[in-house]
């Protein structure tokens, strides 16, 4: 099983109107993702609004996934909860479902744990997993976790599990702290959260980007990573126009900009649904976000319909 590579989406969850999820909608856009050249797809990511679902809602859209037969290795699923139990059900169901690359948040809720109680907790829950196939892309977002995996204890889990973590989603924002872990951590497969970093990234030996603005602007991020390996000049452009837009997205909550650009784009109302405590961009900001992308290319511009 190799270690996986190219421009990720974690995947938005649209949602009915009584907040259940659309199994309808999901597909269609996870088609159109594909369709679209993305490489693989994060089941529950931040923008999937992972942490507002239930361990059983959970299960029953990778399920879902499942008798669609999407291969393993164009799916990563976010696993990681605060209670060890909750990531060790929704990781043991993963396996048995035959996906296998896992994206863990630490356990989030107590904001100081020690390196040591952090090692255990993943310590126990490689083991209580018990299959080798297994593979953890750590998940760095401290913004929200309130917990950093540095550098010393990222070395520590990979000489203890060098089997199962193989990977590193940084959605700190923090350039430096990136260039330290593939420095540092060779033979890690390191993605940032963010695309404004790809050629860069892809420049020190990265794998990609795991980015939620791949959601709406997939096409254009896919083209600067095929780019990048063939004409730099040409990517460095691609890159320019990538972050323009990544800017201008981010300058609001992602995951309601997102969703106000599907519904907008694709002119469904049910697009607009998230789950409390996150709620729809106002009036005003999503005027105003339209008027910031008006004059750049993105994807979902340029082809609003799902396949």
């Known amino acids: 099983m190799n270690n996986l590579k190219g421009v990720w989406t974690p995947i938005l969850t649209p949602l009915k109107a009584d907040l259940t999820i659309d199994k309808t909608k999901y597909f269609n856009h996870l088609r159109w993702l594909l369709n ?44 990681g909860c605060s209670a060890l139990t909750d990531t060790i059900t929704l990781g043991k169901h993963a396996v048995s479902n035959g996906y296998f690359h896992h994206l863990m948040l630490p356990p989030f809720y107590y904001k100081t744990p020690s ?11 490689i083991q209580r997993i018990d299959d080798e196939r297994l593979k953890i892309y750590l998940y760095n ?71 939620g603005t791949a959601n709406v602007n997939p096409g254009y991020i896919k083209e600067t990573y095929n780019t990048f390996f063939t004409d730099r000049e040409l990517a460095a452009s691609c890159q320019e126009k990538i972050t323009a837009f990544r800017k201008a997205v981010q300058a609001y909550p992602l995951i309601a900009a997102l969703k106000g650009l599907m519904k907008y784009q694709r002119n469904d109302d049910k697009w607009g649904n998230l789950r409390p405590p996150l709620s729809a961009l106002s009036s005003s900001d999503f005027k105003a976000l339209l008027r910031s992308v008006k004059s750049l290319k993105y994807t979902l511009a340029d082809s609003p319909h799902a396949d």
């Not at 931040?46 to 999407?70: C, P």
């Not at 390196?115 to 829950?125: I, K, M, R, T």
Request: glycine share 12%; charged share 20%.
């Open 141 to 211: 977002f401290p913004l929200l976790s309130g917990i950093h995996f540095d550098v010393n204890l990222v070395k520590e889990l990979m000489e203890k599990f060098p089997d199962q973590i193989v990977g590193y989603k940084d959605s700190s924002g923090d350039w430096e702290n990136t260039k330290v872990i593939l420095t540092k951590c060779p033979g890690l497969t390191v993605f940032p959260g963010s695309e404004a970093f790809l050629t860069q990234v892809l420049d020190t030996g990265g794998a990609g980007v795991i980015s």
């Open 115 to 125: 390196q040591e109680g952090l090692v255990h907790y993943f310590s126990e829950v």
């Open 36 to 79: 679209h050249g993305i490489d693989g797809i994060v089941v529950f990511g931040t923008n999937g609004e992972a942490t507002s679902f239930s361990v059983f809602e959970r299960m029953e859209l990778l399920d879902w996934i499942k008798e669609v037969q999407i291969p393993s290795d164009n799916i990563m699923v976010g696993t």
